[in-house]
């Protein structure tokens, strides 16, 4: 005769092998941990290393900037920066959906050029004491526009305080060409606010400074001087 504790544990057992089978049977992505992201879901953390726990400081020159241990500020001085054409333009983020045809548009025509961007004000600003190349280096200098928008000169003419404004927003890396270790990772907003800029006059002036910047101070310096990002 089964006793009152046997009863009871036959249907918790028949629930568990259930529910096992149930977690076998979904697809692979739904078992996996979420993705993790900040920035209202337009920075990826594993875009720049698949399941990397990446610590991201916030600076006065970039929102979200990472910087290896074992990156040293001498380093770019001694290797070549090797600079390859983006991928194609794929937006990612909470506001995807709100992104129309001129944004799009807008980002394929600045992303054809983004390679050419960053070899031309890393070789000025560090007036060729890094050598660069768009066919091979020791460290590879790449990214990807995740959102973009045109903007509304009107509004920004008219209403002003903010209203109207283009923006760009990217992620960039460099990773060391031999060993594939990650050295740098950066996420950044570049925002148009003025009547007298447009969102790709203003994300070229960003990238000049932020060349400028990188010499004068260091990657390494930067980060150490930054504020941890968790949002």
């Given amino acids: 005769m089964m006793e009152a504790h046997d009863s009871i544990r036959v249907p918790t057992l028949l629930l568990v092998l259930a529910l096992a089978f149930v977690l076998a049977a979904l697809p692979a992505e739904a078992k996996s941990k979420k993705k993790s992201t900040l920035d209202e879901g337009t920075l990826v953390v594993d875009w720049f290393e698949e399941g990397a726990d990446l610590e991201f400081r916030e600076t006065d020159r970039v929102d979200y900037l990472w910087v290896s241990d074992s990156f040293s500020a001498k380093d770019l001085e001694k290797r070549k920066l090797y600079f390859p054409d983006w991928p194609d333009v794929e937006f990612v983020g909470d506001d995807v959906d709100e992104r129309d045809s001129d944004d799009v548009s807008l980002a394929r025509r600045m992303n054809r050029l983004m390679s050419q961007y960053f070899h031309d004000c890393f070789d000025i600003a560090w007036k060729g004491r890094v050598p660069t190349s768009f066919d091979e280096g020791d460290i590879e200098v790449t990214g990807r526009i995740v959102d973009c928008s045109t903007g509304n000169q009107a509004a920004k003419m008219i209403v002003g305080f ?70």
Avoid at 185 to 199: I, L, Q
Avoid at 215 to 221: A, C, I, N, Q
């Fill in 162 to 231: 903010g209203a109207g404004s283009g923006f760009t927003v990217i992620d960039l890396k460099m990773v060391d060409t031999r060993t594939g270790e990650l050295l740098m990772a950066m996420h950044h907003s570049v925002v148009s606010g003025s009547e007298m800029s447009t969102t790709e006059s203003k994300f070229s002036k960003w990238i000049g400074k932020l060349t400028n910047d990188i010499d004068d101070d260091g990657l390494v310096s930067m980060y150490e001087d930054g504020k941890r990002q968790k949002k």
